[in-house]
């Protein structure tokens, strides 16, 4: 009896690529029992209506539609959980993913008695169209940083950034579930939550060019993937919205440092008058830079933007205060030095920020 397949596809805005990849990737169903679960971010250039069309005619194709949730990695979990497969391959819907590799890669699977098999852009027998010498680069860079954080025993895999696999779905379900929506790249994430102990192997990939639409790499993605770098050289005790809430922070006190020195020496203000309007200032910076960066899926934008603003200045009001008053009295009592004394009054304010912020700015646990 042949073997159930899932082929999840992760969409957004990609009307344009989506029908030539199904009309490569139907013909699997002389192989295998097929299922293809495109799940769209409600695309606004007609993607989903797309599928829909196309799924009266082809009662294998499958549409999840998701309206107030994005996000690549949590398109591919939830695609993943609601698959019905023994095995599913996950790979873009751009075009960039040869079809052709699917057969490879699930053939591969299922000869070598693996967890799961990767798509490799860096391969010995791969070819690279689809990248621009900058993207390659970063993509290197990127995986040398990953391998160094993930298990030893993932050390031979040469793509940890790819967004084509294929696995055993049932054994890996309690893992798909483990994995942090919020991350970089969903293989990433799945690798690091295994600790090491998946089969796995690697299939070379033809890299091909974008046919239509543009990369979703942006600003960030960057972020998202220092932020799994990090929790996954912690081992995954610290959360990651708090990591991400540190590292703000600490631009924050950059900020903070540079407006009271500006002020002191532009403005003639003493410390006291000075260290007021600094804290302000870095808290509305952190509150701005948080929102773009930290909790970018419950991104506010317009009027709940500076509603938001004022939530968390209201919320930082009492550790602004305490940052303020220990700041001070360090300064004034303890020693006159700027630097400490604001530094004394930082390290006040971080856990409650992250805390209260995080439940009554941006209403996340």
């Known amino acids: 009896m042949a073997p159930r397949v899932s082929i999840v596809l992760p969409t957004y805005n990609e009307r344009g690529n989506l029908e030539p990849l199904l009309a490569q990737l139907l013909p699997l169903q002389c192989r295998f029992d097929l299922e293809i679960l495109v799940v769209d971010d409600d695309s606004s ?6 599928v829909r069309q196309l799924a009266h005619g082809e009662p294998r194709l499958r549409l999840v539609r998701r309206v107030g949730r994005s996000g690549l990695a ?17 790979m873009d819907a751009d075009g960039q993913h040869e079809p052709a590799s699917v057969e490879r890669a699930l053939d591969t699977l299922l000869q070598g008695d693996l967890d ?38 993932y050390g031979q895999l040469t793509d940890l950034m790819s967004g084509f696999f294929a696995l055993r779905l049932e054994p890996l379900l309690p893992l798909i579930r483990a994995v942090d929506v919020n991350g970089f790249k969903f293989l990433f994430e799945l690798l690091a939550v ?19 639409g543009s990369s ?41 440092l540079a407006l009271t020195q500006a002020l002191m020496q532009g403005a003639g203000l003493g410390f006291e008058r000075a260290l007021p309007l600094a804290v302000v200032g870095a808290a509305s910076s952190n509150y701005l830079i948080n929102n773009a960066l930290t909790f970018r899926f419950q991104r506010l934008r317009g009027l709940k933007l500076l509603q938001g603003l004022l939530k968390f200045l209201l919320v930082a009001s009492l550790p602004v205060l305490a940052n303020v008053g ?16 604001q530094l004394a009054g930082i390290l006040v304010v971080f856990v409650w920020n992250y805390a209260a912020s995080s439940r009554f700015v941006w209403n996340t646990p």
């Not at 098999?117 to 990248?131: D, W």
């Not at 993605?221 to 990591?243: E, Q, T």
């Open 326 to 341: 220990l700041a001070s009295a360090f300064y004034s009592f303890v020693a006159r030095d700027t630097l400490w004394a």
């Open 74 to 90: 949590s398109a591919i979990k939830e695609g993943l959980l609601d698959a019905t497969g023994d095995l599913a391959v996950v």
């Open 45 to 50: 250039d007609g993607t989903a209506e797309l």
């Open 116 to 153: 799961l098999v990767i798509g490799s852009r860096f391969h010995p027998e791969a070819s690279i169209q689809g990248l621009s010498g900058r993207r390659e680069t970063g993509s290197t860079w990127a995986n040398a940083w990953a391998r160094f954080s993930l298990p030893a025993a």
């Open 194 to 212: 295994s600790r090491g102990r998946l089969r796995t192997a690697e299939v070379p990939l033809r890299f091909q060019p974008r046919s239509y």
């Open 216 to 256: 979703k790499l942006d600003l960030a993605i960057f972020w998202d993937f220092l932020i799994s770098i990090l929790h996954s050289l912690s081992l995954r005790l610290l959360p990651r919205r708090a990591i991400s809430f540190g590292l703000v922070g600490a631009s924050g006190v950059v900020v903070q």
